[in-house]
């Protein structure tokens, strides 16, 4: 069955019109990556297609646990992730592939006026673990609005920097 949960988030002083062209230029997305706190991160694809982008990465997550354990789990906390996007309606499909028993994938929107743009993010999340996976998806529910946050904020930074270019 899974856990389901959904993310808003608005962003002043954009609009959809520049939201739009901004989010047209691979460059922005790959900034956005490059930022986000992880090691190795590894673009896997990152082209537009028609109407489409797609944008294939994979990166160590900065989880908080010891260097030691982070050592000794080593790829342990790698993700996978594959966003789909399609650039005239401004929708997404992401899915989050991980070394771990866990399916998480998400349905984005970005909506807005000529004064904000309003991203909703609407994630399924299931963990392959008999008898805890309820809390351990609400433990993943946690870390991904913490992630989910944290990219809001620099796709609001590198947006802002672009328009002030």
Same mark, same amino acid.
């Given at each position: 069955?899974?856990?389901?949960?959904?993310?808003?988030?608005?962003?002043?002083?954009?609009?959809?019109?520049?939201?739009?062209?901004?989010?047209?230029?691979?460059?922005?997305?790959?900034?956005?990556?490059?930022?986000? /706190?992880?090691?190795?991160?590894?673009?896997?694809?990152?082209?537009?297609?028609?109407?489409?982008?797609?944008?294939?990465?994979?990166?160590?997550?900065?989880?908080?646990? /010891?260097?030691?354990?982070?050592?000794?789990?080593?790829?342990?906390?790698?993700?996978?992730?594959?966003?789909?996007?399609?650039?005239?309606?401004?929708?997404?499909?992401?899915?989050?592939?991980?070394?771990? /028993?866990?399916?998480?994938?998400?349905?984005?929107?970005?909506?807005?006026?000529?004064?904000?743009?309003?991203?909703?993010?609407?994630?399924?999340?299931?963990?392959?673990? /008999?008898?805890?996976?309820?809390?351990?998806?609400?433990?993943?529910?946690?870390?991904?609005?913490?992630?989910?946050?944290?990219?809001?904020?620099?796709?609001?930074?590198?947006?802002?920097?672009?328009?002030?270019?």
């Amino acid at each position: 069955m899974g856990h389901r949960f959904t993310v808003n988030s608005t962003i002043q002083g954009v609009s959809i019109d520049q939201f739009k062209q901004l989010a047209a230029d691979t460059t922005l997305h790959e900034a956005v990556c490059r930022r986000i /706190p992880g090691e190795n991160l590894e673009i896997i694809e990152s082209q537009i297609q028609g109407g489409t982008y797609t944008l294939r990465r994979a990166y160590n997550l900065d989880v908080n646990i /010891p260097d030691i354990a982070k050592k000794f789990l080593k790829d342990a906390f790698r993700v996978k992730r594959t966003d789909i996007t399609n650039l005239t309606a401004l929708t997404s499909t992401i899915e989050l592939g991980a070394n771990l /028993p866990l399916e998480a994938n998400c349905e984005r929107a970005v909506t807005g006026n000529d004064q904000q743009v309003h991203i909703t993010l609407n994630w399924h999340v299931k963990v392959k673990v /008999p008898l805890i996976s309820g809390m351990l998806e609400k433990h993943a529910e946690g870390e991904i609005r913490k992630f989910s946050a944290l990219e809001i904020e620099i796709v609001e930074d590198e947006l802002k920097k672009n328009l002030s270019a």
